[in-house]
């Protein structure tokens, strides 16, 4: 009993424990996805952003010569312009190669122009091989001015060679929206996913909980019916170990002994004391086996109250009360009238152990279309809180009579505990028999 | 027809036994046997000491369920009285444990009731407390190797008492009793209290001496 809230607690824990558990898988693969969405759709606008600026100064910059200096800024400025204008571009620089070195020598910021840093064979490599190359902008003092404004950029970068045949490099920065991107998306998804997750979770705890009682609930009868099927078995054990008594045992075996010796030295006398040690010991038997079908000789009545004579000796008032009819014409078949018995003899048993009664009313009333046995003490009921069915005992009494077309209820107070089983015969003309 | 003559060097045997029947059968059976004749019987251990004292015999066949008595108790007292008889305890329910008790006590046999004719009258002539005769096909069970204080507490428990009766029955601790429990479900392999009654009656424990 004491383990249930404990099993409870845990299911629920276990519960939320997996429901965050896939909550935050599905989080973290959502927004690596979007991440990469959003990275592919930058990359996508970035690159196109600057093959258009490519274009419009490649005939510009392949009729340069810087050997001399700068480029003519004016002239690139005006064919940039619209880019700036129309916000699809942030900032372009030119580098020329220069052995170790490359250097500024065109940006629509002027105060970059000269600015110096190495050669990276690397980049050279990928603009061989990819022929844009697009990148993060790192937060570095070369881009001290892009960064300045807090906007999101990529930066694309295109080579080029000038009238002498110098390598160029474009580098067009464009801004791009990743950021903003995942983020709105994530604020669409994330409530959904979670409130999903959540309420499946509010829907199948409570599930679980009525499921995992239930089988809790199973397993404890489970037990109890092992547990009364073994008392029973050992009841009975002790019943037949008692009217077994060593009587028969040792007349068997005492016999077998003499009759050794009877074989090779027959005496007459001796084999027919034998003869009535056996006869006596198979009446025993008989008797024994017998026992279950006691009515064969007994009427219902005496049949009650042999069931009820433990309880009688043992000092309980125990009265029983059979219709007349009952005795006289309508006598119970068989099957019936060991149900009732063995019910009275659970019910006493019962009384007598749980119910602290002083007083046992067993009656047997025939209805019209069977009979009905009612078990009625004046014990201290049922504790408070406890059902009064839920005694194996009694659970399987009442299956037994719903089996044969009846039912069984039990109703208790402080007076007593009145339990009432009915027993319908098929046949209706059985009844009457 | 009159049983044989006792040859001079017949066996004595005094019988012991409760059961009129098979005192009788057993009497009957030794005087018709060539070497042994019954010299007496006795219903009671009180009188089965008297007369073992009185007629001196060769055997004494022992029961064990001997009205409310323990046969077995009396082996240690007819091996004082009577140095030189042989005792066989004849048992209607054997158990390796009675077995091992009554070796240990000097007894010369550990027979079951149903033994043949013949292999209780070979016992009665030639079992000795050092070349004893036993029923073959006793099952060793859990039951044999439990402390006395464990069987103890199983008797009780196989009479229906609570844990808590049995420590006041043997004046130990609750806690005491239930550690013995927690033995005999492990040593029975029972998952329940009741199992462990029912586990032990099925070994052949009894309520204290006969079932």
């Not at chain 1, 900032?91 to 000269?114: A, F, P, Q």
């Not at chain 2, 009258?121 to 190797?145: E, K, N, V």
Request: charged content about 25%.
């Amino acid at each position: 009993m004491s383990r249930q809230p404990r099993t409870v607690a845990a299911l629920i824990r276990r519960h939320l424990m997996a429901a965050a558990a896939v909550t935050a898988g599905l989080l973290a693969g959502l927004v690596c996805l979007e991440w990469a969405l959003a990275t592919a759709e930058a990359d996508r606008v970035t690159r196109t952003a600057a093959t258009r600026v490519a274009e419009r100064v490649s005939t510009t910059l392949s009729a340069a010569d810087l050997t001399g200096g700068a480029l003519d800024a004016a002239t690139l400025d005006a064919q940039v312009q619209g880019f700036f204008d129309a916000g699809a571009v942030a900032r372009i620089k030119v580098w020329r190669v220069d052995g170790g070195t490359v250097r500024v020598v065109y940006s629509d910021d002027r105060r970059i122009i000269g600015d110096e840093r190495s050669y990276s064979p690397g980049l050279a490599d990928r603009l061989t091989r990819e022929g844009v190359v697009i990148l993060d902008v790192p937060s570095d003092d070369e881009h001290r001015f892009e960064r300045a404004d807090g906007r999101e950029l990529r930066e694309a970068f295109i080579a080029f060679t000038d009238a002498t045949g110098t390598p160029l490099r474009l580098e067009v920065y464009v801004p791009v929206f990743r950021d903003a991107w995942v983020a709105s998306t994530l604020a669409v998804y994330v409530p959904v996913l979670v409130g999903g997750i959540g309420a499946l979770t509010a829907l199948l705890v409570p599930m679980s909980i009525r499921l995992a009682r239930r089988l809790a609930e199973a397993d404890r009868d489970r037990r109890g019916a092992i547990d009364y099927g073994l008392r029973s078995r050992e009841r009975e054990r002790l019943r037949l170990a008692r009217r077994l008594h060593d009587d028969v045992l040792q007349n068997l075996a005492g016999s077998a002994l003499a009759l050794d010796v009877l074989a090779s030295a027959p005496d007459p006398a001796r084999l027919r004391a034998i003869s009535a040690t056996l006869s006596e010991d198979a009446r025993a038997l008989r008797g024994l086996l017998d026992d279950d079908a006691p009515l064969a000789a007994l009427s219902l009545r005496q049949a009650l109250d042999d069931a009820v004579a433990a309880a009688r000796a043992a000092g309980w008032q125990v009265h029983v009360a059979v219709a007349p009819e009952i005795d006289g014409d309508a006598v119970p078949d068989a099957e019936t009238s060991r149900l009732l018995l063995e019910a009275t003899r659970e019910l006493v048993r019962n009384a007598r152990a749980h119910a602290h009664a002083e007083r046992i009313d067993v009656r047997v009333v025939r209805l019209p279309e069977g009979y009905e046995l009612s078990v009625i003490d004046d014990g201290r009921g049922f504790p408070a809180g406890r059902n009064p069915s839920s005694g194996h005992g009694l659970r399987l009494l009442r299956n037994a009579f719903v089996e044969a077309g009846g039912d069984l209820d039990v109703s208790s107070d402080d007076a007593g505990t009145t339990v009432r089983a009915r027993v319908l015969v098929r046949d209706a003309t059985a009844v009457g028999r | 027809m009159s049983p044989t003559a006792p040859a001079a060097t017949a066996c004595r045997v005094l019988v012991v036994d409760d059961h009129r029947v098979f005192g009788d059968l057993l009497a009957f059976a030794l005087d018709a046997t060539a070497d042994t004749v019954c010299v007496g019987t006795a219903a009671t251990l009180d009188e089965g000491v008297r007369k073992a004292d009185a007629l001196v015999p060769d055997v004494i066949v022992l029961d064990v369920g001997i009205g409310d008595d323990d046969g077995l108790t009396a082996v240690p007292t007819l091996c004082r009285l009577l140095p030189s008889a042989r005792i066989i305890v004849l048992t209607a329910h054997p158990r390796a444990a009675g077995a091992d008790r009554a070796f240990a006590d000097g007894a010369a046999g550990y027979l079951a009731k149903d033994t043949r004719l013949d292999d209780l009258i070979t016992a009665i002539r030639t079992a000795t407390p050092r070349r004893p005769a036993l029923t073959p096909g006793l099952a060793r069970t859990p039951l044999d190797d439990l402390t006395p204080r464990e069987r103890d507490v199983l008797t009780l428990l196989c009479e229906g008492s609570r844990p808590a009766d049995i420590a006041r029955a043997l004046g130990l601790s609750t806690h005491t009793v239930r550690d013995h429990v927690k033995t005999l479900r492990a040593v029975l392999r029972a998952g329940s209290q009741l199992e462990v009654v029912a586990r032990a009656r099925a070994l052949g424990m009894d309520d204290g001496g006969r079932p």
